[in-house]
């Protein structure tokens, strides 16, 4: 399977296919990424085409300094933070860690799951977005901290920092909400 510059030399070479290969390789990736940030669907869904639109548009700026994938998580990131200005709207509790399985052998491990869900959720709307950006990153997308670094465009010091804050904030927010103190 060709890599992500292969496509990106036939894009900017006309072949427009070469864009869409790149979209489906990518778009539930960013959808991930959007919906993590901000725990809205359909504002998910509209911001990933601005995404993809920006992309498609400035795709023959990017300068193969990093990775394809670097560039535009970066891109995400900055259009979910021009989103949020222009908005000025908080974090939703929306965000999905892990599916529940739909078929349990006791419904009583099942509502325990589901409610233990909800409190991560809300525990991690709690924390601020700079962190939790770092902390989607490394924990749910499983980059590296390097990675992290370029699409956050800050110092891997900066990244260990604030990837060790949200835990640290996330712990404390689901000790209250577990403890019953929220």
Known sequence: MPNDEFYVEEFLSGRKEAFEML????QNRILNIVYSLI????ESEDIVQEVFLKVYHHLKSFKKKAQFSTWLYRIAVNTVYDFLRQRRQKITKDFTLEKIATSYDNPQEAYFKKEKEKMLKIALSK??????????????????YEEI?????CRLGTVESRIY???QILKNE?????AGLI
Request: aromatic share 10%; charged share 35%; no cysteine.
């Open 174 to 178: 689901f000790l209250k909400l577990s």
């Open 39 to 42: 725990g809205q669907d359909q």
């Open 165 to 167: 804050r949200a835990r």
């Open 127 to 144: 924390v601020p977005l700079k962190y939790r950006t770092a902390l989607i990153f490394k924990d749910i997308d499983d980059l590296s």
């Open 23 to 26: 979209v489906r390789k990518y």
């Open 149 to 153: 670094a370029r699409i956050l465009n």
